[in-house]
């Protein structure tokens, strides 16, 4: 369901310093709690919480504006790889109740073993190729 901006809603009203980049439907933004170093958030322009509530337009527009960020972060931090990720709805891990998408660059010995990537969320599943 669309809501109105909110005026508590860190992403309806972003602090301008930690915008990357700006597109029709959306913007990249410096995530305030980084995981990674360049660890961007893909956030749509208007307030709604989940990905079906995205218009049509906003639908096609969201892959590549994950991948501008992505473009974005290759020539300011120069990755070895990358975690894209949606937290939906509070089982999922959505703190923030306006759609986002993580965009996380990883790199070579950030972890001693990154495979398994997001299985990671559920440890006793993540390691299926033992």
């Not at 005026?7 to 029709?24: Q, S, Y």
């Not at 939906?88 to 990537?117: C, E, F, K, M, N």
Request: glycine content about 8%; hydrophobic content about 40%.
């Amino acid at each position: 369901m669309e809501r109105a901006a909110d005026a508590e809603c860190p992403f309806c009203h972003p602090e301008c310093a930690r915008v990357i980049a700006r597109h029709p439907h959306f913007f990249v933004y410096q995530d305030g709690f980084p995981v990674s170093p360049g660890h961007a958030l893909v956030i749509p322009n208007r307030h709604v919480a989940t990905m079906a509530e995205l218009s049509a337009d906003e639908q096609a527009a969201l892959l590549p504006a994950v991948l501008d960020a992505q473009r974005h972060l290759d020539e300011r931090h120069r990755p070895n790889g990358y975690n894209i990720g949606i937290n939906q709805g509070a089982a999922g891990g959505q703190t923030v109740p306006h759609l986002h998408v993580h965009v996380i660059p990883r790199y070579h010995g950030d972890q001693p073993d990154p495979r398994g990537g997001v299985r990671w969320i559920f440890p006793d599943k993540a390691d299926y190729w033992i």
